[in-house]
């Protein structure tokens, strides 16, 4: 959340200091940092179901709980890359809109 909070902040400020020329690439930025937003967002719901099906495992004991919390922290860990890069592409556009 704190990187697309960056890439966002960042994104906004090179919206408001850009020139007329750069300002196609200031906007790529600020699209891609709300992008970044939307990607952190779904991998935060990924853990918020990783960490229920982790709770359902430890309350029932058995082991299809246990494969099944473990399949969706997996995926949750999967979503959570997804945005990482997103929110470093956002973070480039930023820096390539800045020069």
Same mark, same amino acid.
């Given at each position: 959340?704190?990187? &697309?909070?960056? =890439? @966002? &902040?960042? +994104?906004?400020?090179?919206?408001?200091?850009?020139?007329?020329?750069? #300002? !196609?690439?200031? /906007? !790529?930025? @600020?699209?891609?940092? /709300?992008? =970044?937003?939307?990607?952190?967002?779904?991998? @935060?719901?990924? @853990?918020?179901? =990783? +960490? /229920?099906?982790?709770? *359902?495992?430890?309350? *029932?004991? $058995? *082991?299809?709980? #246990?494969?099944?919390?473990? $399949?969706?922290?997996?995926?949750?860990?999967? *979503?959570? !890359?997804?945005?990482? $890069?997103?929110?470093?592409?956002?973070?480039?556009?930023?820096? $390539?809109?800045?020069?």
């Amino acid at each position: 959340m704190r990187i &697309v909070t960056i =890439a @966002a &902040v960042a +994104a906004l400020a090179i919206g408001a200091a850009a020139c007329q020329p750069k #300002a !196609e690439k200031a /906007n !790529e930025a @600020a699209a891609d940092a /709300n992008a =970044a937003a939307a990607s952190s967002q779904q991998a @935060a719901d990924a @853990a918020a179901q =990783a +960490a /229920n099906a982790s709770a *359902t495992a430890a309350q *029932t004991g $058995d *082991t299809a709980s #246990a494969k099944a919390a473990g $399949d969706t922290a997996a995926a949750a860990g999967d *979503t959570a !890359e997804k945005a990482g $890069d997103a929110a470093k592409d956002a973070g480039h556009d930023a820096k $390539d809109a800045a020069h």
